[in-house]
Structure formats: C-alpha cells, structure tokens
C-alpha cells in the first residue's frame, strides 16, 4: 500500500522559512517525479515546484527563488524549503509522486499540510 506523509506546516510570519518532508512508503521512490502543489481558499490547486527521477527540477514563477525542492532517495522523501515567506503563500500544500510506464500512469498524493503566512 503506497503512502505519502507530510509534516512541516505550521504558522510562521511573513519572511520567515519552514521546510515540508513528504515521506513515501510502498514505492519504489526513485523512479518516481516528485512535486509539490499547493491549494489556497477559493482557487485552483496549483503546482509549485516539480523535481523528476533524474533531478531536473522546475518552479512557479510566484516561487523562484524563495522555495527549493530536493528529494533523499534513501530516506524515501521529498522536501520543500521554503524561505521569505509571504501571506499570499499561505495554502494547504501537497506532495504528489508520479511516475509513467508503457503499462499504467502512477499518480499518489499526500493528505495536505497547512502553511499559514501571518503576522
């Protein structure tokens, strides 16, 4: 049974920085894309930063430069730092590996941790 479990939301003033884990179970992780999504109150989930099996990795431009994605392939998980937080990034976050073969497309989310912006 796969299972994606996030921590590291929480409450942090504007500028501050949090990091997310998102740790995978039941997978093979390293053949798997890694991604963070994100979904505020009243609008569409978005995707924030993208990392694939083989590292390349991508950002919304709301993001670049402030977030980084990285991933620990022996730990099985997936991080989100996020650094000069603004309220505007405050959101229900969510890790999502996918992966893609000749057979069936995987696709497993996690259950969403709250980032709150706020001083």
């Known amino acids: 049974q796969v299972q994606l479990v996030e921590s590291g939301g929480g409450l942090v003033q504007p500028g501050g920085s949090l990091r997310l884990s998102c740790a995978a179970s039941?997978?093979?992780?390293?053949?798997?894309?890694t991604d963070w999504h994100r979904q505020a109150p009243g609008k569409q989930r978005e995707l924030v930063a993208a990392?694939?099996?083989?590292?390349?990795?991508n950002y919304a431009d709301s993001v670049k430069g402030r977030f980084t994605i990285s991933r620990d392939n022996v730990k099985r998980t997936v991080y989100l730092q996020m650094n000069s937080l603004k309220p505007e990034d405050t959101a229900v976050y969510y890790c999502?590996?996918?992966?893609?073969?000749?057979?069936?497309?995987?696709?497993?989310w996690g259950q969403g941790t709250q980032v709150t912006v706020s001083s």
């Open positions: 039941g997978i093979i992780f390293g053949a798997y894309s």
């Open positions: 999502n590996v996918h992966a893609t073969t000749r057979l069936r497309n995987y696709d497993y």
């Open positions: 990392m694939t099996s083989g590292g390349s990795t």
